[in-house]
Protein backbone atom coordinates (compact mmCIF):
# COMPACT_ATOMS: atom_id res chain seq x y z
CA UNK A 1 0.00 0.00 0.00
CA UNK A 2 1.14 3.61 -0.28
CA UNK A 3 1.51 6.13 2.31
CA UNK A 4 2.50 8.99 0.58
CA UNK A 5 -0.25 10.85 -1.50
CA UNK A 6 0.46 13.39 -4.39
CA UNK A 7 -1.62 15.95 -5.14
CA UNK A 8 -2.36 17.36 -8.07
CA UNK A 9 -2.06 14.25 -10.02
CA UNK A 10 -1.33 16.08 -13.35
CA UNK A 11 0.06 19.49 -13.70
CA UNK A 12 0.49 21.80 -16.82
CA UNK A 13 2.42 25.20 -16.52
CA UNK A 14 3.60 27.32 -18.65
CA UNK A 15 7.64 28.00 -19.25
CA UNK A 16 9.05 30.36 -16.45
CA UNK A 17 6.03 29.71 -14.07
CA UNK A 18 5.73 27.75 -10.39
CA UNK A 19 4.73 24.73 -9.85
CA UNK A 20 3.49 23.47 -6.07
CA UNK A 21 3.06 19.62 -6.15
CA UNK A 22 1.70 18.31 -2.54
CA UNK A 23 2.59 14.73 -0.58
CA UNK A 24 0.13 13.62 2.32
CA UNK A 25 1.34 10.86 4.75
CA UNK A 26 -0.34 8.79 7.33
CA UNK A 27 2.22 7.47 9.70
CA UNK A 28 5.19 9.29 11.97
CA UNK A 29 8.13 9.54 9.86
CA UNK A 30 11.93 9.87 10.07
CA UNK A 31 12.31 11.60 6.85
CA UNK A 32 11.02 12.87 3.80
CA UNK A 33 12.14 12.95 -0.18
CA UNK A 34 11.39 13.83 -3.07
CA UNK A 35 12.30 11.95 -6.67
CA UNK A 36 12.03 12.70 -10.53
CA UNK A 37 11.25 10.35 -12.78
CA UNK A 38 11.74 11.57 -16.71
CA UNK A 39 9.66 8.92 -18.96
CA UNK A 40 11.06 5.70 -19.75
CA UNK A 41 14.19 5.68 -16.49
CA UNK A 42 14.77 5.26 -13.05
CA UNK A 43 14.28 7.59 -9.94
CA UNK A 44 16.74 10.03 -9.29
CA UNK A 45 16.77 12.11 -5.74
CA UNK A 46 16.11 15.73 -5.22
CA UNK A 47 16.22 16.90 -1.64
CA UNK A 48 15.64 14.90 1.26
CA UNK A 49 13.94 16.58 4.48
CA UNK A 50 14.15 15.26 7.83
CA UNK A 51 11.52 15.14 10.64
CA UNK A 52 12.68 18.30 12.51
CA UNK A 53 12.97 20.70 9.32
CA UNK A 54 10.45 22.92 8.67
CA UNK A 55 12.17 23.79 4.72
CA UNK A 56 15.02 23.01 2.56
CA UNK A 57 16.38 24.69 -0.69
CA UNK A 58 18.62 23.41 -3.06
CA UNK A 59 18.95 25.24 -6.42
CA UNK A 60 15.18 26.08 -7.84
CA UNK A 61 13.55 23.45 -5.28
CA UNK A 62 12.20 24.62 -2.37
CA UNK A 63 10.49 21.69 -0.02
CA UNK A 64 8.32 22.32 3.17
CA UNK A 65 7.58 19.50 5.91
CA UNK A 66 4.60 20.19 8.42
CA UNK A 67 4.72 17.56 10.34
CA UNK A 68 1.35 18.61 12.57
CA UNK A 69 -0.82 18.00 9.41
CA UNK A 70 1.71 14.99 8.05
CA UNK A 71 1.92 17.05 4.85
CA UNK A 72 4.60 18.73 2.34
CA UNK A 73 5.06 20.36 -0.64
CA UNK A 74 7.74 20.62 -3.51
CA UNK A 75 8.26 24.00 -5.26
CA UNK A 76 9.95 24.25 -8.34
CA UNK A 77 10.63 28.10 -9.40
CA UNK A 78 11.09 29.28 -12.89
CA UNK A 79 10.05 26.05 -14.44
CA UNK A 80 11.76 24.85 -17.42
CA UNK A 81 10.47 22.80 -20.28
CA UNK A 82 13.24 20.37 -19.43
CA UNK A 83 11.16 19.91 -15.80
CA UNK A 84 8.87 18.08 -17.40
CA UNK A 85 8.55 14.58 -15.28
CA UNK A 86 7.16 12.79 -12.78
CA UNK A 87 7.20 13.57 -9.53
CA UNK A 88 7.10 11.39 -6.30
CA UNK A 89 7.16 11.81 -2.69
CA UNK A 90 8.63 8.81 -0.42
CA UNK A 91 8.70 8.52 3.29
CA UNK A 92 10.64 6.59 5.81
CA UNK A 93 9.26 5.84 9.06
CA UNK A 94 10.68 5.86 12.45
CA UNK A 95 12.18 2.36 12.36
CA UNK A 96 13.85 2.93 8.99
CA UNK A 97 11.57 -0.34 8.15
CA UNK A 98 9.48 0.95 5.32
CA UNK A 99 10.20 3.41 2.57
CA UNK A 100 7.34 4.25 0.34
CA UNK A 101 6.67 6.22 -2.38
CA UNK A 102 2.87 7.93 -3.31
CA UNK A 103 1.63 7.94 -6.90
CA UNK A 104 3.41 10.98 -7.99
CA UNK A 105 2.51 14.27 -9.86
CA UNK A 106 2.95 14.40 -13.48
CA UNK A 107 4.30 17.46 -14.28
CA UNK A 108 4.22 18.61 -17.95
CA UNK A 109 6.13 22.41 -18.61
CA UNK A 110 4.86 23.83 -21.74
CA UNK A 111 7.67 25.75 -23.46
CA UNK B 1 30.40 1.58 -11.19
CA UNK B 2 29.03 4.64 -12.21
CA UNK B 3 25.72 3.53 -11.37
CA UNK B 4 23.35 1.42 -10.32
CA UNK B 5 22.89 -1.06 -13.75
CA UNK B 6 20.13 -3.32 -14.59
CA UNK B 7 19.68 -5.83 -17.24
CA UNK B 8 18.02 -6.90 -19.67
CA UNK B 9 16.40 -3.49 -19.99
CA UNK B 10 13.88 -5.24 -21.92
CA UNK B 11 12.71 -8.22 -21.40
CA UNK B 12 9.50 -10.35 -22.79
CA UNK B 13 7.99 -13.66 -21.74
CA UNK B 14 5.50 -16.18 -22.77
CA UNK B 15 2.70 -16.87 -19.82
CA UNK B 16 4.57 -19.43 -17.68
CA UNK B 17 8.25 -18.91 -18.27
CA UNK B 18 10.85 -18.46 -15.62
CA UNK B 19 12.46 -14.90 -16.14
CA UNK B 20 15.28 -13.50 -13.96
CA UNK B 21 16.10 -10.07 -13.74
CA UNK B 22 19.65 -9.13 -12.97
CA UNK B 23 20.70 -5.50 -10.59
CA UNK B 24 24.38 -4.52 -10.15
CA UNK B 25 24.19 -1.74 -7.36
CA UNK B 26 26.71 0.90 -6.85
CA UNK B 27 30.20 -0.59 -5.68
CA UNK B 28 30.41 -0.13 -1.36
CA UNK B 29 26.44 0.28 -1.06
CA UNK B 30 25.22 -1.87 1.63
CA UNK B 31 21.71 -1.54 1.35
CA UNK B 32 19.66 -3.33 -1.78
CA UNK B 33 16.28 -2.62 -2.74
CA UNK B 34 13.30 -3.94 -5.53
CA UNK B 35 10.64 -1.88 -6.57
CA UNK B 36 7.46 -3.13 -8.98
CA UNK B 37 6.50 0.22 -10.74
CA UNK B 38 2.96 -0.50 -12.65
CA UNK B 39 2.30 2.06 -15.85
CA UNK B 40 1.65 5.69 -14.26
CA UNK B 41 1.87 4.52 -10.70
CA UNK B 42 4.56 5.45 -8.04
CA UNK B 43 7.23 2.37 -6.90
CA UNK B 44 5.85 -0.36 -4.87
CA UNK B 45 8.40 -1.82 -2.54
CA UNK B 46 9.00 -5.39 -2.81
CA UNK B 47 12.56 -6.41 -1.01
CA UNK B 48 15.43 -5.11 1.01
CA UNK B 49 18.91 -6.28 1.35
CA UNK B 50 21.42 -5.28 3.43
CA UNK B 51 24.75 -6.94 2.67
CA UNK B 52 23.72 -10.35 1.76
CA UNK B 53 20.83 -10.73 4.14
CA UNK B 54 17.32 -10.42 2.83
CA UNK B 55 15.49 -8.12 5.29
CA UNK B 56 12.32 -7.63 4.15
CA UNK B 57 10.59 -9.46 1.83
CA UNK B 58 6.90 -8.81 2.73
CA UNK B 59 5.95 -7.19 -0.62
CA UNK B 60 6.98 -9.68 -2.82
CA UNK B 61 3.59 -10.65 -3.98
CA UNK B 62 3.75 -14.35 -4.30
CA UNK B 63 5.73 -16.99 -3.84
CA UNK B 64 6.40 -17.19 -7.19
CA UNK B 65 9.02 -13.59 -6.79
CA UNK B 66 12.50 -14.63 -5.32
CA UNK B 67 14.97 -12.27 -4.70
CA UNK B 68 18.74 -13.27 -3.82
CA UNK B 69 21.56 -11.26 -3.02
CA UNK B 70 24.84 -13.97 -2.55
CA UNK B 71 27.61 -11.69 -2.01
CA UNK B 72 26.52 -8.81 -1.32
CA UNK B 73 27.11 -7.33 -4.65
CA UNK B 74 24.60 -7.85 -7.39
CA UNK B 75 21.52 -9.04 -6.87
CA UNK B 76 19.22 -11.21 -8.83
CA UNK B 77 15.15 -11.17 -9.02
CA UNK B 78 13.39 -14.38 -10.02
CA UNK B 79 9.80 -14.53 -10.99
CA UNK B 80 8.35 -18.18 -12.12
CA UNK B 81 5.79 -19.04 -14.10
CA UNK B 82 5.57 -15.52 -15.35
CA UNK B 83 1.80 -14.13 -15.04
CA UNK B 84 0.25 -10.82 -17.47
CA UNK B 85 -0.31 -9.18 -14.13
CA UNK B 86 3.57 -9.35 -13.58
CA UNK B 87 4.06 -6.82 -16.71
CA UNK B 88 5.53 -4.02 -14.94
CA UNK B 89 8.74 -1.84 -14.71
CA UNK B 90 11.28 -3.58 -12.07
CA UNK B 91 13.69 -0.87 -10.33
CA UNK B 92 16.66 -1.54 -8.51
CA UNK B 93 17.70 0.87 -6.34
CA UNK B 94 20.96 0.97 -3.49
CA UNK B 95 22.20 3.28 -0.71
CA UNK B 96 24.90 3.10 0.98
CA UNK B 97 23.34 2.62 4.16
CA UNK B 98 19.83 2.42 4.28
CA UNK B 99 16.11 3.41 4.42
CA UNK B 100 17.46 6.92 6.16
CA UNK B 101 19.52 8.02 2.86
CA UNK B 102 18.73 8.89 -0.56
CA UNK B 103 18.45 6.11 -2.80
CA UNK B 104 20.07 5.76 -6.33
CA UNK B 105 18.16 4.15 -9.32
CA UNK B 106 18.72 1.70 -12.25
CA UNK B 107 16.81 2.47 -15.48
CA UNK B 108 14.54 -0.79 -14.17
CA UNK B 109 13.91 -3.61 -16.50
CA UNK B 110 10.57 -3.21 -18.59
CA UNK B 111 9.14 -6.82 -18.43
CA UNK B 112 5.93 -7.66 -20.53
CA UNK B 113 4.61 -11.42 -20.32
CA UNK B 114 2.30 -12.49 -22.99
Known amino acids: SQQGEEDPQALSIQEGENATMNCSYK?????LQWYRQNSGRGLVHLIL?????REKHSGRLRVTLDTSKKSSSLLITASRAADTASYFC???????????FGPGTRLSVLP | GAGVSQSPRYKVAKRGQDVALRCDPI?????LFWYQQALGQGPEFLTY????????KSGLPSDRFFAERPEGSVSTLKIQRTQQEDSAVYLC????????????FGSGTQLSVL
Open chain 2, 93 to 104: ASSSTGFNEKLF
Open chain 1, 90 to 100: ATVDNYGQNFV
Open chain 2, 49 to 56: FQNEAQLD
Open chain 1, 27 to 31: TSINN
Open chain 1, 49 to 53: IRSNE
Open chain 2, 27 to 31: SGHVS
